[in-house]
């Protein structure tokens, strides 16, 4: 049987969806969400095979404004993922103008002569009217190939958007086993799984300045996997809050983290976490490549 492989990048401002497209499309959670801005930080492919039909979804950080020198690595990995690929999914707000955001990614879809669809997600939050206004901006600002209204919360409208990749798929072999989901190494999903919990349980800008090192990942024979993590926070200050009175907050955080990283590995899992400081790390080059954020 001929198989068939489509790489397809996943773009668009932070907080805007792509992430929770991203695991619906494949099936299964491998990028994590939350209901906070920049989220993803790195580039993650998620891996759905359909028949004779591999998709190789790239879930790529929300394209911002940088601030620090892990934000000039989201942006340029946002940039680079555009290059070099099938398809482009521009995934857009219901909202009928289109931002400095949305305006960047089309003037580097374009510059690359990449073909590019555009997802209008959330629709489930605006009457059709809304829907109708926002199809006509989109529609004059550039030449999509399609437009593709979609929920990726509910699912409506994602089946639609993947028989409209189907037709950039070409004839290759397929890049990754059948069964694979994603491209991830395990210690790299369960790194992701830790910080999640930190943007789901910490407030304002503590969580974003954190970042998760797996120091330990072994497995013993009876199948049990032992994980020693190390949370860095950014400001002194911060030390305290996370780990909370007594503990409870680091406890609390550590509970969550261990029950989706046993949900992945389908095995029971023994967590253990510290937290340390480092002084302003997103803005020093060698501990942003040292905490993983290369290009």
Request: hydrophobic share 40%; aromatic share 8%; with cysteine.
């Amino acid at each position: 049987m001929a198989t068939k492989t489509a790489m397809i990048t996943i773009a668009g401002r932070p907080n805007v969806g792509k992430s929770t497209l991203t695991n619906y499309l494949v099936g299964e959670k491998i990028a994590i969400v939350s209901n906070k801005p920049q989220t993803t930080r790195n580039r993650i492919c998620g891996i759905a095979t359909k028949g004779d039909t591999q998709f190789v979804f790239v879930d790529t950080p929300g394209f911002h404004k940088p601030r620090t020198k892990l934000g000039d690595y989201m942006v340029n990995v946002t940039r680079n993922s555009i290059a070099d690929v099938d398809l482009t999914v521009l995934v857009v707000e219901p909202i009928a103008s289109i931002g400095p955001q949305e305006e960047g990614l089309i003037a580097q879809l374009q510059s690359n002569k990449c073909p590019a669809i555009l997802a209008i997600n959330k629709i489930d939050t605006v009457e059709k009217d809304t829907l109708l206004e926002v199809i006509a901006v989109y529609s004059q600002a550039a030449d999509f190939d399609a437009i593709i209204p979609i929920s990726a919360k509910t699912g409506d409208g994602v089946a639609q958007l993947l028989q409209q990749c189907e037709k950039y798929a070409i004839e290759s072999p397929f890049l990754f086993p059948e069964d694979s989901t994603t491209d991830q190494p395990e210690r790299q999903v369960m790194a992701e799984i830790i910080r999640e919990k930190l943007l789901w349980c910490l407030d304002r800008e503590i969580p974003h300045g954190t970042a998760v090192e797996i120091t330990k990942f072994s497995e013993r024979d009876n199948g049990i996997i032992d994980i020693d993590a190390t949370i860095y926070c950014e400001k002194a200050s911060h030390k305290g809050i996370i780990i909370g009175k007594g503990g409870e907050m680091l406890k609390k955080i550590s509970s969550m983290a261990r029950t989706d990283c046993e949900k992945f590995m389908g095995t029971r899992v023994f967590l253990t976490t510290w937290v340390k400081y480092k002084d302003n790390w997103r803005d020093n080059d060698f501990l942003v490549r040292n905490f993983g954020y290369r290009e």
